[in-house]
Each structure stands twice: as structure tokens, then as C-alpha cells.
């Protein structure tokens, strides 16, 4: 009886905190989205009112702002209302710390700052635009848009430092535990993504805009896809984008490296991993896309597909401002990676989150490995038995680039982290055993299985399909076609793979059959490597009392606050 009395409170509390923070929270952003829409019709009619009414002469100044307006005087006092529960509510013991709060407040962090940071790109690109000679006609086609962005930046800076503010007033920023800390650090995994992206594309094309104007002596740019002005425009928004993605992303990061400090455990929690390991996947397909492209260009101008006398520099530039860029990123965050698994070591998520890395990339690589086999057998099979009937003119030339450069950036990625992961399950250890038993390699072993029984089943039928008709008298059976010889190429590619996964399944059932409950006694088995075992022990211990050492100061700093709500 007192457990179901003590359950009821707890669930009746959750039911209350849930619906005071989803509807502040659906308040808060329709009152954002009427204040964005009615600042931008205000200040474009109090700067260019003539031309508003002339571009929309029936009412819309009126109907916008009546609109907007009635939206926010409704939604205003019932985010007020709520929100006045809600603090009301945080004055009760273990309210500040609730999950749902910290889910509430993070999210509305992220609305705002995402409408902060594009409101200041938007100001520093119409500023640099502006500095750089821009065309007017061109910065006016929607008047009062650039000059409203200075009230958005403002409105959404002010909310945000104010919860901000309140994360701080908390008591434990930072020192959130379960949940809680999740949805911090999954608003930090975001804001990080965020900033790396604009960070990485605003180099990018800063370097791309550099590459121009060394090579449009040797071509042509394409003023259809970069327009008038390019350079004035390209400038403004690589900068802005630089800048502010640089801001970000470094903000981010000093924040995290302050709490690493103070926190060490903090560098072994799953969401930290699987940030440094997103940005590492993204920063790597920023490096080996450009080379795919580059390789490309190289093997059609290699086979005459290409005019050496006239080529658009669009399509040396973009890779060429991308490479260099992906590459620095790529290396930074990988090291990054090294270097936080060796100093805080792993717990069961960070160590989830490594495989779920390792055989996700190894199935993509996989997939253009296997693409790029294709194209590329297609292209000469087509050669060896068709010939010059060829169906279209240039076609073998462009599957056969298509291939050597998906096989250039396949075959690395799959083979470097296939590789990796099988050295690890093939340890005749406790490391070894996590990894087979794992269910991100067994996902990954059974679904390439899988995809390669299937593929194997239909493509044979067809090809098998063509030659029956061929030995039926068919004149018409083209066994020789592309069809057939686009079959029987998936088909082999396809059993090439799917024997090599079958036989890591075979290997990981009989090691497993081979566990340590089946082998011989202790005393035939090889001596354990003292030093070793002994140093990881030693690393093991220390790890754990300093994730004990933060637990006792969280549990001191929740006592603190009791003994302070009880006088």
C-alpha cells in the first residue's frame, strides 16, 4: 500500500510537469513565430511603405499584421500563466533538477539560438555585402528584410541568455545526471554539428572563390549557376558563414573542455562520443566526396570525354576549396576522438557508440564499393561483347569514371574500419567476446547477409531467365545484352561480399562455441600477461573513483539543498 501511495505522486507529477511544459512550450514558439512575422511587416513598412503597397496593394500590410497580432496577444498570456505555475512548481524539492525541465529548457535554447545565429549570418552577410560594392537593385528586392534581422538577433539573444540564466540558477549545470544531462548534451551535439557545418562550408567556399580567380584563365564559370556580382555575394556569405560557424562551434567546444576539466567522467558519456563521432563522419565525407569528383574529372579527360580547351572551372573548384577543409577537420576530430578514448576511457554507451561508427561507415563504404565494382565491370563487359553498339555515345566513359572513383573511396573506408572492427573480434578475450555478442556487428554481418542472399536470388534469375530463353530458340533473348551482363556483374560482386560476411559469421559461432565455459582447465590455459592486465586494472580503478568522487560531490550538493528547503 505504501509503495502504490508513493508511486501515484511520482506519476501525478510527471503527468503535471508534462502538460505545464508542452504548453509553455507550444506558446513560446507561436508567440516567437507572431513576433518574427510582425517585427519583419513593421519594419519593412515603416522603411520602404510605398513600396510594400505597391508590390502588395490589398491589404496584406493589415492583414499580416492583424494576423501576427492576434496570434501573440493570444498565446502571450497563456506562456505567462503557465510559466508562473512552472516557477512556482520549481520551488519544490528535486523540481529544479527534473528531467522534463531540462528537455523544456534546452529546447527552447535551441529555437532561439537557431534564430539567433541565422539572424546573425543574415546581418553579417548584408553587412559585408553591402561594404563590398553589392548592386543595390539587388540588396533592395525586399525591402526592410536585412534591417529587421537586427531586431530578430536581439529578441532571440535576450531569450536566450535569459534561460540560460535559469540553467545557471538550477545549481547544477553540468552536473546533471540521467536524463537530464542527456538533453544538455544532446543540445550541445546539435549546437557543435551546427557550427562545424557553417564553419567547414564557409572555408570551403571562401577557398572555392580563391580557386576562381586563379583558374578562370583556363575556363569558363558558369554565370547561370553563380550570377551577376558572384564574387561580392560569394565573399559576404563564405565570410559570414565562417564566422559565424567558427563562433559557435568554439563556444561549444570551450564549454565541453570546461566541463571535461571539472568532470572527467564526462569525457566517457555516449552523447560526447557519438558527437566527436558524427563530426568525424562529417568532416571525412566533406575529404573523400571532392576526391571521388576529382578522380572522376581525371579518368573523363583521360578518355577524351572532356574538352581541355574549354572546362568549367565549377567543377575543379568545389572540390578543390572542399578537400583541403574536410581534410583539417577530419584529422582534428579523429585525433580528438584517439585522444578522449585513451585519456577517460569507455563505459557500455561509449563503447556502443564506437561499433554503431564502425559498422555503419563500413556499410557505406561497402555500398560504393560495391557501386563503384559494378560501374566499372559493366563498363568493360559493355567493351569486351558489344563494342562500339554501344546505346549511347560517351556512356562507358562515365560509368567507367563512376566506378574507379566510387572504388577509390569505397574500398578504403570499407576495408580500414571492416579491418579494425574483425581484429577486435577475432581477440580470444573478454574484448573480443563484447564485440561478437554486440548487436551493432550482428545488425550489420546478417544485413549485408541478407541484402547479398537477395541480390544473388534475383539477379541469377534474370540471367538465368535471358540464357534459357537463348537455348529456347528466342531470337530475341540478348543473352549477351547489358541487361544480362548488368545481372551476372551484381550477382558475383554481390556473392564475393556475401561469402566474406558468411564466413565472419562462421568464425564468430564457432569462437563463441569455443568460450571459456567449454575450453580447457585454468591450468592449461596460457599464462595471463601480468604487467598488462595489471595496468588496466590500475587504469579501471581510477576511472571509477573519479566518476565516484562526482557522484559524492552531485550527492553533497542535493543534501545541501534539502537541509536548505526543510529550513
Known amino acids: ?24 512550450f507550444i506558446s513560446l514558439v507561436a508567440g516567437l513565430s507572431a513576433t518574427y512575422g510582425l517585427i519583419e511587416v513593421l519594419v519593412r513598412l515603416w522603411l520602404t511603405p510605398d513600396t510594400l503597397l505597391d508590390v502588395n496593394p490589398s491589404g496584406f500590410a493589415r492583414n499580416a499584421i492583424a494576423r501576427q497580432g492576434g496570434l501573440l496577444i493570444v498565446s502571450l498570456p497563456i506562456f505567462l500563466l503557465h510559466w508562473r505555475l512552472i516557477g512556482r512548481l520549481g520551488a519544490q524539492p528535486g523540481e529544479s533538477a527534473a528531467a522534463l525541465r531540462k528537455l523544456f529548457l534546452y529546447a527552447v535554447l535551441a ?22 560594392g553589392y548592386p543595390l537593385p539587388e540588396r533592395v528586392a525586399q525591402p526592410g528584410r536585412w534591417q529587421a534581422q537586427f531586431f530578430h538577433a536581439g529578441v532571440h539573444a535576450a531569450l536566450f541568455l535569459t534561460f540560460v540564466r535559469l540553467l545557471r540558477a538550477d545549481g547544477d ?30 572555408a570551403a567556399d571562401a577557398l572555392n572563390l580563391v ?15 553563380v550570377g551577376v556580382a558572384w564574387w561580392e555575394r560569394g565573399l559576404a556569405g563564405s565570410l559570414a558563414a565562417l564566422l559565424v560557424g567558427g563562433l559557435v562551434w568554439r563556444l561549444n567546444n570551450l564549454y565541453w573542455d570546461s566541463l571535461l576539466a571539472m568532470q572527467p567522467p564526462e569525457g566517457r558519456m555516449a552523447l560526447r562520443r557519438l558527437y566527436l563521432y558524427a563530426s568525424t563522419v562529417l568532416s571525412a565525407a566533406v575529404t573523400l566526396i571532392p576526391v571521388a569528383m576529382l578522380l572522376r574529372l581525371a579518368v573523363l579527360v583521360i578518355l577524351g570525354e572532356v574538352d581541355t580547351d574549354y572546362v568549367n572551372i565549377d567543377d575543379l573548384t568545389t572540390p578543390l576549396g572542399l578537400l583541403p577543409v574536410g581534410a583539417l577537420a577530419w584529422r582534428w576530430h579523429w585525433i580528438q576522438v584517439l585522444t578522449e578514448a585513451e585519456r577517460y576511457g569507455d563505459t557500455r554507451e561509449s563503447e556502443f557508440v564506437r561499433r554503431l561508427y564502425y559498422y555503419a561507415v563500413a556499410a557505406t563504404g561497402l555500398l560504393l564499393l560495391w557501386i563503384g565494382l559494378v560501374d566499372l565491370l559493366s563498363a568493360l563487359l559493355d567493351y569486351l561483347f558489344i563494342g562500339g553498339e554501344s546505346v549511347e555515345k560517351g556512356f562507358r566513359a562515365y560509368q567507367l569514371s563512376s566506378g574507379l572513383s566510387l572504388i577509390a573511396v569505397g574500398a578504403p573506408v570499407w576495408s580500414l574500419h571492416w579491418r579494425t572492427s574483425q581484429r577486435t573480434a577475432l581477440r580470444d578475450n573478454e574484448t573480443g567476446r563484447a564485440e561478437r555478442a554486440s548487436w551493432p556487428r550482428r545488425l550489420y554481418l546478417y544485413g549485408i547477409a541478407l541484402v547479398g542472399a537477395l541480390l544473388i536470388l534475383f539477379e541469377l534469375a534474370v540471367v538465368v531467365y535471358r540464357v534459357l530463353l537463348w537455348a529456347l530458340g528466342d531470337p530475341q533473348a540478348d543473352v549477351l545484352g547489358v541487361e544480362t551482363q548488368g545481372g551476372l556483374v551484381r550477382a558475383v560482386t554481390a556473392t564475393a561480399f556475401w561469402a566474406v560476411h558468411l564466413l565472419a559469421i562462421r568464425t564468430d559461432s564457432r569462437m563463441v562455441d569455443e568460450s571459456p565455459e567449454t575450453e580447457a582447465p585454468d591450468a592449461e590455459r596460457e599464462p595471463v600477461d601480468a604487467p598488462s592486465r595489471r595496468a588496466e586494472l590500475l587504469a579501471r580503478i581510477e576511472n571509477l573513483e573519479s566518476e565516484l568522487t562526482a557522484l559524492r560531490a552531485e550527492l553533497a550538493g542535493l543534501d545541501d539543498e534539502v537541509r536548505e528547503v526543510s529550513e
Open 1 to 24: 500500500m505504501t509503495e502504490q501511495a508513493n508511486a501515484n505522486p511520482n506519476r501525478l507529477a510527471t503527468i503535471r510537469r508534462l502538460y505545464l511544459y508542452l504548453i509553455a
Open 111 to 132: 529555437i532561439t539560438g537557431c534564430v539567433g545565429v541565422r539572424a546573425l549570418y543574415l546581418l553579417i552577410e548584408g553587412s559585408l555585402e553591402i561594404l563590398l
Open 173 to 202: 549545470l553540468g552536473l546533471e545526471g540521467g536524463w537530464a544531462g542527456n538533453w544538455r548534451r544532446l543540445f550541445q551535439l546539435l549546437a557543435g554539428l551546427l557550427g562545424l557545418s557553417l564553419l567547414i562550408t564557409g
Open 211 to 225: 580557386w576562381r580567380f586563379l583558374l578562370q584563365s583556363f575556363g569558363e564559370t558558369n554565370l547561370a549557376t
